[in-house]
């Protein structure tokens, strides 16, 4: 069971909920697009509307993309607990932002449009992608300065010695 007193948060499963949870909230976004598509809604197939779909599929697809990071994330965690300890809360708001803003602003974008050019909320899609970009460094930092490694409770066996490879005679 995942312990949350004072500062000791379960990161890991945290973002391992909210990565299946978004991934399943975006697949069935393509779901209705993929209907959308297949119902020749005008709304979203026509010629004037090409700036829409490009939009909402931009949503679905950076959505899907993102809860695939969070699982990966979540995960790593898992196998590497010094991972990133001194940004843990720093990516997890920055991940946490981009999943949201990433998608949400495409989506918005999308909603209404202005001669072919996307809406208002595609404003905070920058904002978005520099969570992302901010939330990637530190782990990447993280990993290449050596903190990922193993606890010594959470290390790995060594590995095993091959067996000899001349049968024993008996």
Partial sequence: MAQRTGRNVDYAGRHLRF???SLLVFLC???VLELLHGFKAGFYLDVT???RRLMWTLAHAHGVLLGLVHIAFALCLR???DLGDGHRRVVSRCLMGASVLLPG????GGVRL???DPGLGVAVVPVGAACLAIGVFLVARGTAAGEG???AAGA???PARPASTRPRSR
Avoid at 105 to 108: L, S, V, W, Y
């Fill in 149 to 151: 490694r193993r606890s």
């Fill in 49 to 51: 509307n090409e700036t």
């Fill in 156 to 158: 790995a066996p060594p």
């Fill in 105 to 108: 602003g495409f989506f918005a």
């Fill in 79 to 81: 196998v590497f607990p």
């Fill in 19 to 21: 990565g299946w949870w």
């Fill in 29 to 31: 976004v393509g779901f």
């Fill in 114 to 116: 202005y001669g072919g």
